[in-house]
């Protein structure tokens, strides 16, 4: 399978793209347009943008915004944040996002297979927030989850690997430009294909992420 | 100028904003008047074919395209959907297309047992013919962002300019005279599909 | 522009500015000016070096036990990587490399710098302006309808370059200013874009959203840095060789990968739209005429050759209307309205609040003092 390569950027609430660290303090990273541009130049294969305060906020997809956005892109897009329903992907859909990020709304199981029925199971991907050491933590609850069952269409076997979000590196400094995520520690629990994502502090195009980057171990 | 057709279906921005980006004058259009004098247009699309061809018609831009296509004989590019659009008929539906190819539109059907998929989304390296003008100068491989369940089956074979590799090899671009047509999205598969969209835009 | 403009003979500055005099042999005030000041500004030779090796050599001393020797700007520009590359990989000194980031960096000039920088392996610190609080500011710069339209990033990279300057305890900054391209300085032109006063007032003014975390240094923060804290001495090296900034380039690719910007340049978009359209159109002025000048004054170019390339507009009209689209949209204005601010009638600096005359005066202070100095030292 080629490599590809897959930034993922994260917008606050006010439509500012931002690092984390640790999934805590934030640093301004720029505008999303003006960074999506740069990736369009960079010749990135996809991107994916998640709305880390869409959940908490309880907010919804903002369909204009992210349209704007889809169409400054000359990539396939991935968008996450505040997914709760297949209608919102229909019109996520049509607004120019072409795969669907779910967090808590990943233990949904019966929304992972509506997705992938109608959009595929390539479009319907599942983000566990975990932490280092391999414990898995729920972005719902603070106590251990269960990952969902890998959801499964009528025509297809496995559905497209997950993101996690690993910890950051305790290194990554906040200064650097872009989150460009690749592979840290393989988190033992996670069935396969699993692909995880740390940050990299810092620009990194020859970096790709795979699912042969991550061995699975029973 | 290129007129982009603008019937509320497809990614009309993006194409849009890959045009401005090569530096090709670009606008959208819903005015039949406008398509029908244009000197060149892109027919996008995305979704259902009897839903597309029934919204042109609503709109009453057939018969503008028509005329554009057919009698002034202006370069013609459909994008995913907007290829299907481009053929007689589609087995996903009951409406007619607008027939400037020869050719029908049918499901993707894989091989039993195979693991390759239906949609086919994705990225994926097409083949050209050596024949038609949207591929002639290519000499390294290109790829191209794919999503589709249906795909355009031409009578003729001189018609078809570039194909993928599906469980068989299946059209993935056309080419008759003034019309153009391409499955894949050329406004999401970055310099490829620039280069795509810029050899359609010189195109005299 | 007007074919009947009187052109220096000298260099290719023109009447464009009126302050600008000519003498009886027809040469400006401005090239005149910068040749009386190249001996005790550019030392290309044997004098240059030895500068060079001092000023290495009293760096490295106060850096001894610091994390830097001195601070460099990357900004993509040419003049400032050429200068990270000499001081880092030539003189061996180790550089914190920082960038402010104004929201409208080219992407070859992101390459750029990431290239020098990890060629390099220097730290470096980029500082992000919050973009709606940047685009509201150039708003109200362009609504305000003056001359110096690059203040907004300027003031912004001066304003941080000091506080971090501050925060990392860094005293020396490596500055890409050179005479060789940059000698000429057109009487009564421009603006000091260290005036955070100014920048307020404009945007008091014409501006909607506030400035919460835009970098404004105002005159009391300014001096106290500058001339109580003494935070920074600016040094310039480039001005201590033959600084030949074509010659640089092809080093620059050479040893870096360095992407060309074409002969269309830059590294800011917003720059460029600024020097190829709307200093031309609002104000008369082709920013070329003062390049070129300077080139001619440092003798890397004939003024044949500066002609010769004035004699095609700075920008064809095509891309003109596309740079408009782009920075209009970038800006969430329509072409019209950007056009429309373009074609109002210019404004003067001094027509808003501003603090040009405390500037004026701390630095007639400065020379004041100088001059007791060197009087009393007699």
Redesign the interface.
């Known amino acids: 399978m080629r490599k590809r390569i897959i930034p993922v950027l994260l917008v606050d609430h006010h439509r500012r793209l931002v690092k984390t660290i640790g999934f805590g303090p934030r640093t301004y990273v720029g505008d999303p347009f003006n960074v999506i541009r740069l990736f369009n130049e960079k010749e990135v294969d996809e991107i994916c943008v998640l709305d880390i305060d869409a959940s908490a906020q309880g907010g919804r997809p903002d369909l204009g915004f992210l349209r704007e956005l889809a169409s400054e892109c000359f990539m396939p897009m991935a968008y996450g944040g505040g997914i709760t329903a297949a209608q919102q992907c229909e019109e996520l859909n049509r607004a120019g996002i072409e795969k669907f990020v779910l967090g808590r709304s990943a233990a949904n199981t019966a929304l992972v297979q509506d997705l992938a029925r109608t959009f595929g199971s390539q479009a319907t991907v599942a983000c566990v927030d975990s932490r280092m050491r391999g414990w898995v933590k729920s972005s719902c609850s603070p106590s251990t989850a269960t990952v969902p069952e890998p959801a499964t269409t009528s025509s297809s076997s496995a559905p497209w690997p997950p993101i996690c979000p690993c910890r950051r590196w305790p290194w990554a400094e906040p200064e650097k430009r872009y989150t460009l995520r690749r592979p840290c520690v393989p988190v033992r629990r996670l069935p396969p294909p699993a692909v995880p994502l740390s940050s990299l502090g810092g620009c990194e195009p020859c970096w790709s992420i795979t699912p042969a980057c991550f061995r699975w171990t029973p | 100028m290129i007129t982009v057709v603008d019937y509320g279906v497809g990614n009309v921005g993006a194409i849009l904003n890959m045009l401005d980006y090569l530096g090709i004058d670009a606008e959208a259009s819903s005015d039949g008047q406008q398509i029908a004098s244009a000197s060149k247009l892109i027919l996008p699309g995305v979704g259902a074919f009897d839903k597309a061809m029934l919204t042109l018609r609503e709109r009453r831009l057939i018969d503008p395209l028509n005329t554009a296509v057919l009698e002034r004989r202006v370069p013609v590019l459909g994008v995913c959907l907007g290829m299907q659009l481009l053929a007689r008929c589609s087995e996903e539906g009951q409406e007619q297309g607008l027939g400037y190819v020869d050719a029908e539109v049918v499901r993707i059907t894989v091989p039993p047992g195979s693991a390759l998929k239906v949609p086919h989304i994705g990225w994926m390296e097409v083949n050209p013919t050596g024949r038609g003008r949207l591929f002639a100068a290519t000499q390294a491989p290109e790829r191209f962002y794919f999503d589709h369940s249906y795909h355009v089956v031409c009578t003729d074979q001189e018609d078809v300019s570039a194909t993928f590799s599906y469980g068989a090899e299946l059209c993935c671009a056309v080419e008759r005279a003034n019309v153009f047509g391409v499955q894949f999205h050329p406004e999401k598969s970055h310099r490829f599909g620039m280069r795509v969209l810029n050899t359609f835009g010189q195109l005299t | 522009m007007t074919s009947m403009a009187r052109i220096c003979t000298f260099c290719v500055m023109d009447d464009s500015n009126p302050a600008i005099q000519f003498d009886e042999k027809g040469q400006c005030n401005c090239c005149r000016t910068a040749l009386d000041r190249l001996s005790s500004e550019w030392w290309p030779g044997a004098e240059g070096e030895a500068r060079m090796a001092s000023l290495v050599r009293s760096l490295k001393e106060r850096g001894k036990g610091q994390p830097y020797d001195a601070m460099v700007g990357l900004s993509g520009g040419i003049d400032s990587a050429y200068l990270a590359h000499l001081a880092s990989r030539q003189h061996g000194l180790r550089l914190l490399a920082v960038h402010v980031?104004g929201?409208w960096?080219s992407?070859p000039a992101?390459?750029n710098i990431?290239s020098i920088v990890r060629g390099l392996d220097i730290d470096?610190?980029?500082?992000?302006i919050?973009?709606?609080e940047m685009r509201d500011l150039q708003v109200a710069f362009l609504k305000a309808g003056v001359l110096n339209q690059d203040m907004p990033q300027d003031h912004a990279f001066f304003a941080t370059l000091y506080r971090t300057a501050k925060k990392f305890g860094i005293r020396d900054f490596l500055s890409g200013v050179n005479f060789a391209t940059e000698s000429i300085v057109p009487p009564n032109f421009g603006y000091p874009s260290i005036d955070g006063r100014h920048i307020r007032s404009i945007h008091a003014l014409f501006g909607k959203a506030p400035l919460q975390?835009y970098p404004i240094m105002g005159i009391v923060e300014y001096l106290w840095m500058t001339r109580v804290r003494k935070q920074l001495t600016i040094h310039r090296p480039l001005n201590f060789f033959a600084y030949d900034k074509q010659a640089a380039q092809e080093e620059l690719k050479e040893q870096y990968g360095w992407r060309d910007y074409g002969a269309k340049h830059s590294e800011s978009r917003f720059t460029k739209f600024y020097q190829d359209i709307y200093l031309p159109r609002k104000f008369g002025f082709d920013k070329r005429r003062l390049h070129l000048s300077s080139l001619i004054v440092a003798g890397q170019l004939t003024r044949d050759a500066a002609m010769a390339e004035l004699s095609e507009p700075p920008i064809n009209e095509?891309?003109a209307k596309?740079d408009i689209?782009f920075v209009a949209k970038?800006l969430g204005l329509s072409a019209d309205d950007l056009l429309g601010y373009i074609q109002s009638p210019p404004r003067q600096h001094s027509d808003y609040p501003n603090n040009l005359k405390l500037f004026g005066a701390a630095r007639d202070l400065k020379a004041l003092i100088q001059k007791l100095r060197m009087q009393g030292d007699q």
């Open positions: 980031d929201g960096n992407e992101v390459a990431e470096f610190h980029t500082h992000v919050e973009w709606q975390t095509q891309q596309r689209k970038k």
